[in-house]
Antibody, heavy 116, light 107 residues
């Protein structure tokens, strides 16, 4: 069965960067785009972008364009989302999700807390 | 960007009730709409894609309909385990966007 296992919770200071990992299993990693979605405390879902593991090409939401980098390591079936110049309003749970018919499979989420 | 507006934002219903949630798009998105269920503290779960196709393993009491700008998610007979927040999502154009969510409470 498909599994997406994300890295653990992070606490960062404003201005720092965070890199969240998402290890995939149970399917052919390079055949499906990986999306990243975040959810601030008590708020709704916000799509951040996707990466194509086969080509490395990515598509980011404009608001994150200059701060986010999505990458993959196909040798270990892992996707990464790095967000730089963190602010307090980046405090959120970050999810990876596999794109098939829609966002069919999700990681368990990674809480990133930005606090001085 | 395409805006998705869900109504209602909050819904309280009893076990066995028929429940309907509406999602309106700011412009036409054909049938590129999905519905997700998110239980407290958990990741979202895909219920319906392509507006009306039930995801494998999802109970048949869930159904979706609509195309263009207006869509509905219906639960034919509400069960206690359906306590959750429901989100619609459009995949017609970038950026992908979500509705603001409908929180469903069981009376």
């Amino acid at each position: 069965q498909v599994q997406l296992v994300q890295s653990g919770a992070e606490v960062k200071k404003p201005g720092a960067s965070v890199k969240v990992s998402c290890k995939a299993s149970g399917y052919t990693f390079i055949n499906y785009y990986m999306h990243w979605v975040r959810q601030a405390p008590g708020q709704g879902l916000e799509w951040m972008g996707w990466i194509n593991p086969n080509s490395g090409g990515a598509n980011y939401v404009q608001k994150f364009q200059d701060r986010v980098t999505m990458t993959t390591d196909t040798s270990i079936n892992t996707a990464y989302m790095e967000l730089s110049r963190l602010r307090s309003d980046d405090t959120a749970v970050y999810y990876c999700a596999r794109d098939d018919t829609a966002l069919e499979d999700w990681g368990q989420g990674t809480l990133v807390t930005v606090s001085s | 960007d395409i805006q998705l507006t869900q109504s209602p934002s909050f819904l309280s219903a009893s076990v066995g009730d028929r429940v309907t949630i509406t999602c309106r798009a700011s412009r036409g998105i054909s049938s590129y709409l999905a519905w997700y269920q998110q239980k407290p503290g958990k990741a979202p779960k895909l219920l319906i894609y392509a507006a009306s196709t039930l995801q494998y393993g999802v109970p048949s009491r869930f159904s979706g309909s609509g195309s263009g700008t207006e869509f509905t998610l219906t639960i034919s007979s509400l069960q206690p385990e359906d306590l959750a927040t429901y989100y619609c999502q459009q995949l017609n154009s970038y950026p992908i966007t979500f509705g603001q969510g409908t929180r469903l409470e069981i009376k």
